[in-house]
T-cell receptor
Framework: GENVEQHPSTLSVQEGDSAVIKCTYS??????FPWYKQELGKGPQLIID?????GEKKDQRIAVTLNKTAKHFSLHITETQPEDSAVYFC????????????FGRGTSLIVHP | DVKVTQSSRYLVKRTGEKVFLECVQD?????MFWYRQDPGLGLRLIYF???????EKGDIPEGYSVSREKKERFSLILESASTNQTSMYLC???????????FGEGSWLTVV
């Protein structure tokens, strides 16, 4: 089955800095790569996703890049703010028509004011 | 606005009690999931269902069962709760492979 590795497990930055979280996956047939943000006491919420026919996608301060050859994708947050502090999960879905997405273990992002 | 609703947010149960966690989605999704979330272990799949009355075991099904009698509702059952089942439980749903997964707000279960 699919295997997803997410790094780093914790990331501490100063407000205004950029943050980058990286995920690698194993199944080259995978074609859907979402990122979720989970705030304290809440369920994960989709923040951005990318499909395998696209190399990069941006939405204001967040962007996702995908390198299908190397089988990795990354979340980039620019001009971080304290409200960006949360746990971020990457996921991989759609491989071989599988109904079950595979999640990374999460990255705890702390943005210091 | 799409919604996955977990009716019980915080529960405290005694060891040996039967526990029901309910999840309802309003998006007409075929696929529903129950995950368990523990610090450092990420999201672990307990069970999923791809249709009414259909269910498949996930990675950690021991000690749990599920019920899906209606398309919109997926219930997680702890037949005899144990302290090692203290955790946060997340319900999720999606339309099919390669589609957005929507999560509920989570149910915090403490077994004493």
């Amino acid at each position: 089955g699919e295997n997803v590795e997410q790094h780093p497990s914790t990331l501490s930055v100063q407000e205004g800095d950029s943050a980058v979280i990286k995920c690698t996956y194993s199944d080259s047939a995978s074609n859907y790569f979402p990122w979720y943000k989970q705030e304290l006491g809440k369920g994960p919420q989709l923040i951005i996703d990318i499909r395998s026919n696209v190399g990069e996608k941006k939405d204001q301060r967040i962007a996702v890049t995908l390198n299908k050859t190397a089988k990795h994708f990354s979340l980039h947050i620019t001009e971080t703010q304290p409200e960006d502090s949360a746990v971020y999960f990457c996921a991989v879905g759609g491989s071989g028509g599988s109904y079950i997405p595979t999640f990374g273990r999460g990255t705890s992002l702390i943005v210091h004011p | 606005d799409v919604k996955v609703t977990q009716s019980s947010r915080y529960l405290v149960k005694r060891t040996g009690e039967k526990v029901f966690l309910e999840c309802v989605q309003d998006m007409d999704h075929e696929n529903m999931f129950w995950y368990r979330q523990d610090p450092g272990l990420g999201l672990r799949l307990i069970y999923f269902s791809y249709d009414v009355k259909m269910k498949e075991k996930g990675d950690i099904p021991e000690g749990y069962s599920v019920s899906r009698e209606k398309k919109e509702r997926f219930s997680l059952i702890l037949e005899s709760a144990s302290t090692n089942q203290t955790s946060m439980y997340l319900c999720a749903s999606h339309r099919g492979p390669g589609n957005t997964i929507y999560f509920g707000e989570g149910s915090w279960l403490t077994v004493v």
